[in-house]
């Protein structure tokens, strides 16, 4: 069985750093693209990055372009999304997601269970 488990959030203020993780188990997470969505309440859910093996951190998302960073750790199995100069606008909860097996990054077939990131002062 393909699962994701994202951790690592919390409550941060603004201006501060937060780092996500996603483990990946039951596959081999380097095998499929991975993307981090994030969802703000009464928000639609919105791409933010992905990496693949033919992307080293695709962006989706304008407003995250210099502060995030997308990673992946092949012999832990996990791959991590490092947010810094975080702002309230930011706040929402983020989900790690793979797309098809050997694909690039697109559209997205696994979902984790989601971590709250909250940013305020």
């Known amino acids: 069985q393909l699962q994701l488990v994202e951790s690592g959030g919390g409550l941060v203020q603004p201006g501060g750093s937060l780092r996500l993780s996603c483990a990946a188990s039951?596959?081999?997470?380097?095998?499929?693209?991975i993307g981090w969505v994030r969802q703000a309440p009464g928000k639609e859910r919105e791409g933010v990055l992905c990496?693949?093996?033919?992307?080293?951190?695709?962006d989706y998302a304008d407003s995250v372009k210099g502060r995030f960073t997308i990673s992946r750790d092949k012999a832990k199995n996990t791959v991590y999304l490092q947010m810094k100069s975080l702002k309230p606008e930011d706040t929402a909860v983020y989900y790690c997601?793979?797309?098809?097996?050997?694909?690039?990054?697109?559209?997205?077939?696994?979902w984790g269970q989601g971590t709250q990131v909250t940013v305020s002062s």
């Open positions: 997601a793979a797309g098809g097996f050997g694909r690039d990054c697109g559209e997205y077939y696994y």
């Open positions: 039951g596959f081999t997470l380097d095998n499929y693209p």
């Open positions: 990496i693949s093996s033919s992307s080293d951190g695709r």
